[in-house]
């Protein structure tokens, strides 16, 4: 039975705010369920003869305990195994940021970059060299570059091929759809202080399109100091003001704790 079945038979299937604990026996499953129903049934809201009342509720509570420890489950899963470490984001950022083998593009201008090899094969490889065991290939990089720093960093999920369902892909704008998903997007109106680790997202034109994605290394009152990639056919250390409307908001990784 769903949950709007149960309204419509004199459940109140209004969330509570207690917090339950999985117990055995009946009246623990009672206390578990109080979420789902506070209440046995009336007779009246069951609109069952009275002969039958019982045999529905007892009928109905293994039903509920299936439903609610499935759904534990799933959320135990989801969890990730442990926290994110923001100074390890930003060192895996400023490493790629000294890496002269690879912080550039080569030939200067020509969107070949090792990132994108990195990632996504099947970009176009003419004319791009190989280096430290990457084809590397032609593409507007910023995400590749942010995702390799989320990536190698342990981000949670930001190992998730795209070809697999990861939420994290070439485009600028996974970075903020990762945020939303997990619930660590927090947008520049908020008033929320950048946090090392984060990624930044921008909308240069303010068309309601993202168009580039940064790591943030530092923040304060007034200033955001970010590691880019593809940011003037490199990877650069860049700054801007915390009010600048081109930067749309941050994302989180996924169970990093704010410094």
């Known amino acids: ?62 039903a509920l305990a299936v439903t609610v420890l499935a759904m534990g489950a799933v959320m135990l899963s989801s969890a990730p195994a442990s926290a994110v470490s923001r100074p390890a984001i930003v060192s895996v950022a400023q490493d790629q940021l000294g890496n002269a083998a690879r912080n550039h593009e080569s030939p200067l201008g020509s969107g070949c970059n090792y990132y994108t090899g990195y990632f996504r094969t099947w970009k176009p490889d003419t004319g791009c060299p190989s280096g430290d065991g990457v084809q590397w290939r032609n593409s507007d990089w910023c995400a590749d570059f942010a995702k390799y720093v989320w990536r190698n960093a342990g981000v949670p999920y930001a190992n998730v091929p ?41 909308d240069w034109d303010q068309s309601g399109d993202i168009d580039h994605v940064g790591i943030v290394t530092s923040a304060n009152s007034s200033t955001v100091y970010t590691i880019e990639g593809n940011s003037g056919d490199r ?25």
Request: hydrophobic share 35%.
């Open 1 to 62: 039975m769903g949950l709007g079945a149960m309204a419509e038979n004199g459940f109140n299937v209004r969330p509570t705010s207690r917090k339950c604990g999985l117990k055995l026996g009946w009246s623990g499953f009672d206390r578990l369920c109080s979420g789902f129903a506070e209440r046995r049934p009336t007779l009246p809201a069951m609109k069952l003869p009275v002969q039958n009342a019982g045999v529905f509720y007892r009928r109905l509570r293994p």
């Open 162 to 202: 795209e070809g697999s369902g990861g939420i994290l892909t070439g485009w600028a704008s996974s970075f903020k759809d990762y945020g939303v998903a997990h619930g660590t997007w927090k947008t520049r109106a908020s008033g929320y202080l950048p946090q090392p680790g984060d990624a930044v997202v921008f």
């Open 235 to 259: 990877i650069k250390a860049n700054s801007y003001s915390r009010s600048n409307a081109d930067i749309v908001g941050y994302s989180a990784p996924v169970g990093a704790t704010e410094v």
